[in-house]
């Protein structure tokens, strides 16, 4: 019996000793005959017949073995030499879908992919790569690739006489002296004529024609009208807009529904707070009309549109100095100018009679060197360079030349430029189809 037993084992390891020296064969066969279809698609390459090597090429990449990259890389050579052929390009991209798909990839297959698709216009897709491959390899030069690569833009050919930064995706523009509401692609939502317009928020905006005051929606349907006492107001947002009532600035919603309190100026709320003047003095002022901060300083530094708060932080002047107060408390630094933070990013600040940016926190992060800037919006700021306006990025290098006349902030890949031809809208066609970073 114990005979018998030591027989099956012995033939038991003997089998599972020849299964795994015929895989090895086969494994090695495999990889011979891979190398042997390579170099002869190599030979042909070299003589220019193209079209013979795709076939070998494309039977060893069909084999599974230690050549099958080399065998993938010889094929996208084929393609791409033969590329303007009917067929060959849906071949490469697939070849290189496949190889990015790959658990463990080399990071230069993203950027070959990123630079193909460039070559043919197609930027999105170009980036959409670019950033896969930063989140599947963190590979560092990919993301310099994408760096270099992501501002790519186009510019809207509708030019307007004037334009306001974007909010809300919407843009205050003026056409023939009256103004209205455009996307932030340049498309008129409500025409331009009316004498002031507000910016747009709940599906409304505040217009102004001749003695008239009321809201009209997308539609350009009216939905609210003013008391005739109102006679002034200033931009819309968060269900609320100021209004100028007997002699007194008040709050107001879109449904002209007046607050109680009263001021001698109010801006426009952004975080739920906005700057607010009483007794001759400037403060910032809640939802609620309570003061975060008092109404002791001789301005709060806005925006065009008449912001003050972002990023839990506030600029206020005293004198001729700017302070930041921030996180609920005054930081030590002090300011010649300054412009408000926007939803991300750094302040534009002025010392030494030149701008530089700053974090919330104070900390200086781009130096002093600028004529001119604005506050960065999403990824970019706008910085004067000797007569015309162009971009950096947060490490404070120039991405969009200096070749407008006036810029504005950017928000939602957009951002209004001022050209010869007037106001357009310059869009990132990494955002043209609403991709976003």
Same mark, same amino acid.
């Given at each position: 019996m114990k005979i018998t037993i030591r027989v099956f084992i012995c033939a038991g390891v003997f089998a599972l000793l020849l299964i795994a020296w015929t895989l090895v064969l086969n494994t090695k066969s495999t990889a011979e005959k891979q190398l042997l279809l390579i170099n002869e698609a190599t030979s042909m390459m070299s003589d220019g017949i193209y079209i013979k #090597?795709?076939?070998?090429?494309?039977?060893? #990449?069909?084999?599974?073995?230690?050549?099958?990259?080399?065998?993938?890389?010889?094929?996208?050579?084929?393609?791409?030499?033969?590329?303007?052929?009917?067929?060959?390009?849906?071949?490469?991209? #697939?070849?290189?879908?496949?190889?990015?798909?790959?658990?463990?990839?080399?990071?230069?297959?993203?950027?070959?992919?990123?630079?193909?698709?460039?070559?043919?216009?197609?930027?999105?897709?170009?980036?959409?790569?670019?950033?896969?491959?930063?989140?599947?390899?963190?590979?560092?030069?990919?993301?310099?690739?994408?760096?270099?690569?992501?501002?790519?833009?186009?510019?809207?050919?509708?030019a307007y006489e004037n334009a306001t930064a974007i909010f809300n995706k919407t843009i205050q523009v003026q056409q023939d002296g009256k103004w209205g509401i455009a996307s932030d692609d340049g498309v008129i939502v409500v025409p331009c004529i009316y004498d002031k317009i507000s910016t747009f928020d709940k599906s409304r905006t505040i217009v102004k024609s001749g003695d008239e005051i009321y809201s009209v929606d997308r539609d350009n349907n009216r939905v609210a009208i003013a008391d005739k006492r109102v006679i002034d107001f200033n931009n819309f947002a968060e269900n609320r807009v100021s209004i100028f009532f007997d002699g007194n600035w008040v709050r107001a919603t879109g449904d002209f529904e007046?607050?109680?309190?009263?001021?001698?100026?109010?801006?426009?709320?952004?975080?739920?707070?906005?700057?607010?003047?009483?007794?001759?003095?400037?403060?910032?002022?809640?939802?609620?009309?309570?003061?975060?901060?008092?109404?002791?300083?001789?301005?709060?530094?806005?925006d065009e549109l008449g912001r003050c708060y972002a990023q839990d932080a506030v600029f206020v002047r005293r004198g001729n100095r700017v302070f930041l107060f921030s996180n609920g408390t005054f930081t030590d630094n002090s300011y010649e100018d300054a412009h408000p933070f926007g939803e991300e990013g750094f302040a534009a600040v002025k010392l030494h009679n030149k701008w530089g940016y700053i974090d919330k926190n104070g900390n200086e992060i781009i130096p002093y060197i600028f004529e001119t800037a604005l506050s960065f919006g999403q990824h970019m700021a706008a910085v004067k360079i000797g007569d015309y306006w162009g971009y950096i990025n947060i490490k404070g290098e120039i991405v969009i030349e200096p070749i407008f006349h006036e810029t504005k902030s950017f928000s939602g890949g957009c951002a209004p430029v001022l050209t010869e031809r007037g106001w357009q809208i310059l869009t990132l066609l990494e955002y043209k189809k609403g991709v976003s970073l």
């Open positions: #090597a795709v076939v070998l090429l494309e039977e060893a #990449a069909g084999y599974d073995s230690v050549h099958s990259i080399q065998a993938e890389n010889e094929l996208k050579k084929t393609y791409l030499s033969l590329i303007e052929k009917r067929g060959f390009s849906r071949k490469y991209s #697939a070849l290189l879908d496949k190889q990015m798909s790959r658990k463990i990839v080399e990071p230069n297959v993203f950027i070959e992919a990123a630079e193909f698709y460039l070559s043919t216009s197609k930027v999105q897709e170009a980036l959409n790569i670019l950033k896969t491959g930063i989140e599947k390899t963190g590979d560092a030069g990919i993301i310099s690739f994408y760096e270099s690569s992501r501002y790519v833009y186009e510019i809207n050919r509708t007046l607050g109680s309190s009263m001021f001698e100026d109010i801006g426009m709320y952004s975080g739920g707070y906005a700057a607010a003047k009483t007794n001759g003095k400037w403060g910032v002022i809640d939802l609620s009309d309570k003061w975060l901060i008092p109404a002791e300083f001789d301005e709060i530094i806005v």
